[in-house]
């Protein structure tokens, strides 16, 4: 049972370019999120799935796909990189979202633009 | 506007002291609030969860309280040891929307 797992753990990009991180989890969730997490900040919802084939926008959606075809896997995707997505972000994944079902959280992916 | 709000911003203290760490909120309705333990580099990981009813809960050598009337809850670390060293964020959960309002954390660091 390997829980949240994220890659890549670091990436570096130019301006403008495009790349996919990737999230799984193995605990048949049906809740699925991403955050960024930047220095001073709490974290930020960026989007969210509450099963396969459902998605929605959380708080700082721009700039940021997502897509949920399976249970397991939530990318997020950066069409255009710009230097103030550099963050470090954070996928998450729980039971459900209502009551007190645990978030677990994988280790994060640090992510900077130049 | 929904808040969660922590102090102090950071805490050093010695190995063995014990700790308290705030948390206020304006998060409303109120469905539930959670205290995590994030170590440098890694994610956040759950240490407690309470609802309205709970007034206390405890996990090993952490104990949150909630005051719902006032808002308010803390996280108390008894004995602390080196391994405490993090960041800890305290995370209110909005019953209407369902979406988790964090806190932008306390970094404690314990010296020996």
């Known amino acids: 049972n390997a829980g949240v797992t994220q890659t890549p753990k670091f990436q570096v990009l130019k301006t403008g370019q495009s790349m996919t991180l990737q999230c799984a989890q193995d605990m048949n969730h049906e809740y699925m999120s991403w955050y960024r997490q930047d220095p001073g900040m709490g974290l930020r919802l960026i989007h969210y799935s509450v099963g396969a084939g459902i998605t929605d926008q959380g708080e700082v959606p721009n700039g940021y796909n997502v897509s949920r075809s399976t249970t397991e896997d939530f990318p997020l995707r950066l069409l255009s990189a710009a230097p103030s997505q550099t963050s470090v972000y954070f996928c998450?994944?729980?039971?459900?979202?209502?009551?007190?079902?645990?978030?677990?959280f994988g280790p994060g992916t640090r992510l900077t633009v130049l | 506007k929904n808040q969660v709000e922590q102090s102090p911003q950071s805490l050093i203290i010695l190995e063995g002291k014990n700790c308290t760490l705030q948390?206020?909120?304006?998060?409303?309705?109120?469905?539930?609030l959670r205290w995590y333990k994030q170590d440098t580099g890694r994610g956040p990981v759950s240490l407690t969860i309470?609802?309205?009813?709970?007034n206390t809960k405890s996990n090993g050598r952490y104990t949150a309280t909630l005051d719902a009337d006032t808002k308010q809850s803390s996280l108390h670390i008894t004995a602390s040891q080196l391994s405490d060293s993090a960041s800890y964020i305290c995370v209110v959960s909005d019953a209407g929307t369902y979406k988790y309002i964090f806190g932008t954390g306390t970094r404690l660091k314990v010296l020996a």
């Open positions: 309470m609802t309205f009813s709970e």
């Open positions: 948390c206020n909120y304006t998060v409303s309705p109120f469905s539930n």
């Open positions: 998450a994944s729980s039971y459900s979202l209502a009551g007190v079902s645990e978030q677990f």
